[in-house]
């Protein structure tokens, strides 16, 4: 049972950014409230929820320390190498066989855009392999937006690279006092905006216009979210891709019940899926 003073903050938030956080699971939203009283020096709920009428910018911190913004770049190495070796590979094979070459990708949670720059330098690592040079188009959303800034920032520290080969860190980053910052090249292949995937009035980021992905990445949201609004997200991301494209979950995520049959697991070791496409 939440909190009734909880309760109220939640719905203050949801009052004035428009995000209902109450579908998230009680012990992650009282861990994360408390962290926020400890900064602003609030003893309780109440006194807390009386400080963020009294600074709005305030609520922007709660916002940020409620999403998930713990990443790194190539954060489990095993997907990645599997998107490297495998699904990039099978989807350029693909595209041989189609009018329309380009290739679609969404980071529907990117945080501070360790995801999407992630999977930018794998698409330049096989692009120059191959001397492929296929049109692309890679989007990163988030409710985030001070991650967000900081996603368009592109300065990392070096626990965010930490699973990047020296080779490939020297070659997309420059370091300054122990910063990261990513080279402009792989910069500009992506594009960063707001989404709420809650947000059932929109069922793709605005600035994809139509969807159609190839590959949209969901990882390390839904263990957050309650079952109805894993149904909501779900059901976008089944609309989003296009016939047969990748779908990629966090390592303790699956699809729900009524979407089991909707996605087929690439394999065992990770959680790679592919849409399934019914006649």
């Keep these: 049972m939440i909190n009734p003073e909880l309760k109220k903050i939640i719905d203050f938030l949801f009052l004035h950014k428009g995000i209902d956080f109450s579908g998230y699971r009680l ?58 070796n495998e699904v990039f590979p099978s989807i350029l094979e693909q595209k041989k066989e189609e009018k329309n070459k380009n290739i679609r990708i969404w980071s529907s949670a990117c945080a501070r855009g360790e995801e999407p720059y992630s999977i930018a330098i794998i698409l330049n690592e ?52 122990r910063q990261f910052r990513l080279n402009t090249n792989i910069k500009e292949m992506v594009q960063f905006s707001y989404y709420n995937l809650l947000n059932e009035k929109q069922k793709v980021p605005p600035e994809s216009i139509y969807g159609d992905f190839d590959i949209v990445f969901c990882r390390n949201v839904l263990i957050y979210l309650d079952e109805q609004q894993q149904k909501i997200v779900f059901d976008k991301l ?42």
């Design 27 to 84: 012990a992650m939203l009282e861990r994360r409230t408390q962290k926020r009283l400890f900064k602003t020096k609030c003893s309780n709920y109440s006194e807390y929820l009386e400080y963020l009428k009294q600074h709005v910018s305030e609520l922007d911190q709660l916002l940020h320390v409620y999403t998930i913004n713990v990443s790194s770049f190539c954060r489990n190495s095993l997907s990645f190498g599997i998107l490297r």
């Design 126 to 177: 096989i692009f120059e392999r191959t001397k492929v040079d296929y049109p692309f188009y890679i989007i990163g959303t988030d409710i985030d937006k001070l991650a967000l800034d900081n996603a368009e920032n592109a300065i990392y520290s070096a626990e965010s690279i930490e699973n990047v080969k020296h080779g490939m860190v020297k070659r997309y980053f420059t370091e300054s006092n």
């Design 238 to 279: 089944y609309h989003s891709l296009k016939p047969n494209g990748y779908l990629v979950l966090g390592e303790a995520e699956v699809p729900i019940v009524e979407f089991k049959h909707k996605f087929r697991r690439l394999g065992r070791h990770c959680k790679i899926y592919r849409k399934v496409t019914f006649l």
